[in-house]
T-cell receptor
Framework: GAVVSQHPSRVICKSGTSVKIECRSLDFQATTMFWYRQFPKQSLMLMATSNEGSKATYEQGVEKDKFLINHASLTLSTLTVTSAHPEDSSFYIC???????????????FGPGTRLTVL | AQSVTQPDIHITVSEGASLELRCNYSYGATPYLFWYVQSPGQGLQLLLKYFSGDTLVQGIKGFEAEFKRSQSSFNLRKPSVHWSDAAEYFCAVGPTLGQAGTALIFGKGTTLSVSS
């Protein structure tokens, strides 16, 4: 249980185009999903927190007009990189929060990541 | 400020030898603690987590971790390392009660290499 998928796993696009990445919780409902970015040999950097039915909360320094996040349902969040440029090339990972029965404890489960290369 | 420190950037262990990866945290209250493993080009897999109770936590793949409040540490251990354990390991702290929905804070990671 608690599986998170991402699609696509790998995408190559031309500079100036937009790319959409999907994050799905396959066997549970996720009221909150998180989007991270990871540079080579680096840790994960939180980009934004996505709550179902509301606007995403972006971390400082992350352009919300460039990284559009939509969390339309309890099992799906999408990240759209608009007008992508080579510096946007990175490994993007989402996670979904599995709420505990008591609401006290929760665990985040991570997707397998999406490798974006912008030419 | 909340932070996680993994002092060792890279560790090499012989196959069959024991392993300990260090993790120290700075958090306002008792945090929830996690260890994740990441293979090259892959996402993160949860190894184990500590929320409360017994301070020695057992995880998957033969890993365990011990929470030591006095040292603000949550070190990961494995008695006998296998070549397939070579990967990147991340320690993370998470939200406590009342902060559900807050993202995890990750350490910079420790790369584990296993020599034969």
């Amino acid at each position: 249980g608690a599986v998170v998928s991402q699609h696509p796993s790998r995408v190559i696009c031309k500079s100036g185009t937009s790319v959409k990445i999907e994050c799905r919780s396959l066997d549970f409902q996720a009221t909150t999903m998180f989007w991270y970015r990871q540079f080579p040999k680096q840790s994960l950097m939180l980009m934004a927190t996505s709550n179902e039915g509301s606007k995403a909360t972006y971390e400082q320094g992350v352009e919300k007009d460039k990284f559009l996040i939509n969390h339309a349902s309890l099992t799906l969040s999408t990240l759209t990189v608009t007008s992508a440029h080579p510096e946007d090339s990175s490994f993007y990972i989402c996670s979904a929060r599995l709420a505990g029965g008591t609401g006290i404890t929760d665990t985040q489960y991570f997707g397998p990541g999406t490798r974006l290369t912008v030419l | 400020a909340q932070s996680v420190t993994q002092p060792d950037i890279h560790i090499t262990v012989s196959e069959g030898a024991s392993l300990e990866l260090r993790c120290n945290y700075s958090y306002g209250a008792t945090p929830y603690l996690f260890w994740y493993v990441q293979s090259p080009g892959q996402g993160l897999q949860l190894l184990l987590k500590y929320f409360s109770g017994d301070t020695l936590v057992q995880g998957i793949k033969g890993f365990e971790a011990e929470f030591k409040r006095s040292q603000s540490s949550f070190n990961l251990r494995k008695p006998s390392v296998h070549w397939s354990d070579a990967a990147e390991y991340f320690c993370a702290v998470g939200p406590t009660l009342g902060q559900a929905g807050t993202a995890l804070i990750f350490g910079k990671g420790t790369t584990l290499s296993v020599s034969s």
